[in-house]
């Protein structure tokens, strides 16, 4: 029920500072994913084991960690997120804020995200209408956490900023033809306001050392 997981988010250990985390790392800060399958790709790694790549990831210099939970997809799980916390909160690893990663459209799931350890979550503005949106990203900040808002395009980035959103992550990846160019990063980045200017973070399509030079140059 509702009422019970919103008790237990707002009892559960304090979230980290995500934002924070990714402003810290200069002169780049780079977002590591704890992510068994993909629906284009299939599974990704057959002995997963999501609480070693989170060590491994914690240990060698992420700023954060984004946590697949859809099931259905992605292979994920709520669980993940538990334990890779628990993880953290024990010392056997240097604590990361960590990221829910899925199609986040009701407050039910915000308020499970918290409760299961989650300092931040990723809401699509493609997935959701303004109202929802806003009341989402609300919730989140009301339960301590932050959001990263994804954007595809200028309007949805419009949108995002007029909501409100402090963390932008830029989606490289085309949703239709599912292709990816970088050059959607350069875009987007300079539609973003020069003053109170938001967090830019770059998604997908990311694969080498110069990929990321390249969009560290965009801001």
């Known amino acids: 029920p509702y009422d019970q997981m919103r008790t237990r ?22 977002i590591a994913e704890v992510k068994k399958a993909s629906p284009s790709k299939g599974v990704l790694i057959e002995n997963f084991d999501p609480l070693a790549l989170a060590r491994t990831y914690a ?15 992605f292979q994920g799980h709520l669980k993940y997120i538990e334990g890779i916390r ?6 056997a690893a240097p604590p990361l804020p960590l990221l829910r990663k899925d199609f986040m459209i009701d407050p039910y ?10 300092d931040a979550v990723l809401l699509i503005v493609a997935a959701l209408d303004d109202e929802t949106l806003a009341a989402l990203l609300a919730l989140a900040g009301d339960l301590g956490m932050q959001a990263l808002v994804e954007v595809h395009n200028a309007d949805e980035l419009r949108r995002a900023l007029a909501v409100g959103a402090r963390i932008i992550g830029v989606n490289n990846r085309d949703l239709h033809s599912f292709t990816t160019t970088l050059e959607t990063t350069r875009h987007l980045a300079a539609l973003l306001p020069s003053e109170n200017r938001p967090l830019l973070v770059s998604e997908s399509g990311i694969f080498t050392a110069d990929h990321v030079a390249l969009v560290r140059s965009w801001g």
């Open 109 to 118: 799931q915000i308020v499970e995200a918290r409760a299961y350890g989650a």
């Open 86 to 91: 628990a993880l953290f909160d024990r010392g």
């Open 9 to 30: 988010a707002e009892t559960a250990p304090p979230p980290r500072d995500f934002g924070a985390a990714l402003r810290a790392h200069h002169p780049i800060a780079l």
């Open 59 to 73: 240990s060698n210099g992420a700023a954060a960690i984004s946590v697949l939970t859809d099931v259905r997809f």
